[in-house]
């Protein structure tokens, strides 16, 4: 695994490559830091409301609350394992209470956990590059239906947990060969990665290939199960925080383990965004790489959007309402105005803007003057797209337009 990486690091010909630098690109262009610390503030914040519900229907519908409770306390150790008992303890003590379980309560409890299905909802709008739509009750409807959704995944994840023991045994008995910790690694991995996929799945503001979604889950899944196998070593680094916060280490290092957590299921949504994303992201390379007509991506583009053309073709005319914009990648185009040649397009350069910006009829003309010439050709919309998501692009498109207006002038 730590070889592919590497090999995928000095590749910088491909796709997967630009994919993983995007990466590392839309964390650091999303604020990572403080989009993470704002989930993880609201799992926090949600936490007990959450809590209190699955407790209660996990009881009423096993009709044991002993069994529920310890189901609970697996789960709540992991997310919470330096407050899971304080938590646990507030949990009994209210549910023990003679507290009427109606309708007001339990929209009392939606309502507490919405900020973190809001958080999650607007955070992957912010990944993927949309705008927010729907209104105000739309999207507050939105985030209680998402509570289901959450509590859901948590039932998931208990009983996988619960009945994960006696598969891994069951396959230990008839096949031998097995080691008990890969059986369990190997289930664990797989189920938890459908739980992730499902999860995307739902909270994903827009349609997204399958394969995308396991990926994402997958890398989610990986990374929650390093970070359990190192928890100890967390552990081991964190107590001198107690000279420091004292009572308020244990709420301290949960934060902070939240934290670690909720930042794998970022990634796995930046890894989603950008395999969405890929062929926009492949485009954006015509921008950003010097001599772009030399470097092996060009093929990729050509199969995806690119033609040969013979001299004298015409590209389009003045007067037409093709706005879209066009790259030359070997040969030369001319443009003209009333069969006057204003100037030459060489490789690496595009042509076409001006009518792509102003939606307005081409005011002049394009044709090929050399023996024949490879273009790729954008549509109008993917380079709107490429401008809305990227200040960079915009930056490097408005210079080189003022450039080029310059030259005429």
């Known amino acids: 695994m730590l070889q592919k990486i590497l090999n995928l690091l000095r590749d910088k010909r491909g796709a997967k490559y630009f994919t993983f630098k995007e990466v590392l690109d839309g964390c650091i262009r999303h604020n990572f830091i403080a989009l993470n610390a704002s989930i993880a503030f609201f799992t926090l914040f949600a936490m007990v409301p959450l809590i209190l519900l699955i407790f209660f229907i996990l009881s009423q519908w096993l009709a044991n609350s002993d069994f529920a409770l310890s189901q609970l306390e697996i789960v709540t150790s992991r997310l919470l394992p330096q407050i899971s008992d304080q938590l646990l303890s507030e949990v009994i003590d209210i549910s023990t209470k003679q507290l009427s379980w109606g309708l007001i309560l339990f929209g009392i409890l939606f309502l507490a956990t919405t900020p973190l299905t809001q958080a999650l909802r607007l955070s992957f709008i912010q990944i993927l590059g949309l705008t927010k739509k729907n209104t105000y009750l739309k999207n507050k409807l939105k ?25 891994t ?18 289930l664990s991995l797989i189920l938890m990665t459908l739980i992730m996929t499902i999860f995307f799945k739902f909270f994903m503001p827009t349609r997204i290939k399958k394969m995308h979604l396991i990926l994402g889950g997958l890398i989610t899944s990986l990374l929650w199960f390093t970070l359990n196998d190192a928890f100890g070593f967390f552990i081991s680094l964190s107590q001198p925080l107690g000279y420091f916060y004292g009572s308020l280490r244990n709420l301290f290092i949960s934060l902070i383990w939240l934290y670690l957590n909720t930042g794998a299921i970022l990634i796995g949504a930046e890894l989603i965004a ?8 492949i485009l954006k390379q015509l921008f950003l790489l010097k001599n772009i ?59 076409g803007e001006h009518a792509l910006l102003h939606k307005n009829p081409r005011l002049m003309s394009a044709t090929i003057c050399s023996d024949w010439a490879r273009l790729i050709r954008i549509k109008d919309i993917k380079v709107r797209e490429m401008l809305a998501e990227d200040p960079k692009i915009a930056q490097i498109f408005m210079f080189n337009m003022a450039e080029k207006l310059q030259k005429l002038l």
């Open 143 to 167: 985030d209680i239906f998402s509570v289901v959704a959450i509590m859901f995944f948590f039932f998931a994840y208990i009983f996988i947990d619960l009945y994960l023991q006696k598969t």
């Open 169 to 186: 045994l069951l396959v230990n008995e008839y096949v031998p060969i097995f080691k008990y910790s890969i059986v369990t690694f190997s």
């Open 274 to 281: 950008a395999l969405h994303k890929q062929e926009l992201l």
């Open 293 to 351: 007509h030399r470097h092996p991506i060009i093929n990729k583009l050509m199969v995806l959007y690119g033609k040969r053309y013979k001299k004298n073709k015409v590209i389009f005319s003045e007067g037409s309402q093709d706005n879209d914009l066009y790259f030359v990648i070997e040969g030369e185009v001319e443009i003209k105005r009333s069969e006057e040649v204003i100037f030459t397009v060489n490789p690496g350069e595009y042509f």
